[in-house]
């Protein structure tokens, strides 16, 4: 019954914006550290951004610091993600996911133990 559903991706110009957001259902994450990753094609999964479950406290990969913000509402049990200034390497498939286990921001994906199934960034040049 534990659900994360990612929404907002699709097919942009370089420069251009997107808003993901990720809606939970079936538990309660506003305690739980949040992250998004990505993954390309015939890449590994890699740390987008972390926030911890105030909003506090935040973590960037550095292919991303400037572009994205990574943010929460934990009264609508969402966490969102504002990617600006869009470089065709940032095309992917974007996931949420939450850690009921970290205390803070957390860069791998080991820590995490709920997953959406993603959504597609497609950056074109």
């Known amino acids: 019954q534990v659900q994360l559903v990612e929404s907002g991706g699709g097919l942009v110009q370089a420069g251009g914006s997107l808003r993901l957001s990720c809606a939970a259902s079936g538990r309660t994450f506003s305690r739980d550290v949040m992250g998004w990753f990505r993954q390309a094609p015939g890449k590994e999964r890699e740390f987008v951004a972390s926030i911890s479950w105030s909003g506090g406290s935040t973590a960037y990969a550095d292919s991303v610091k400037g572009r994205f913000t990574i943010s929460r509402d934990n009264a609508k049990n969402a966490v969102y993600l504002q990617i600006n200034s869009l470089k065709p390497e940032d095309t992917a498939v974007y996931y949420c996911?939450?850690?009921?286990?970290?205390?803070?921001?957390?860069?791998?994906?080991?820590?995490?133990?709920?997953w959406g199934q993603g959504t597609q960034v497609t950056v074109s040049s």
């Open positions: 996911a939450a850690s009921s286990s970290a205390w803070t921001v957390v860069l791998t994906t080991r820590r995490y133990e709920f």
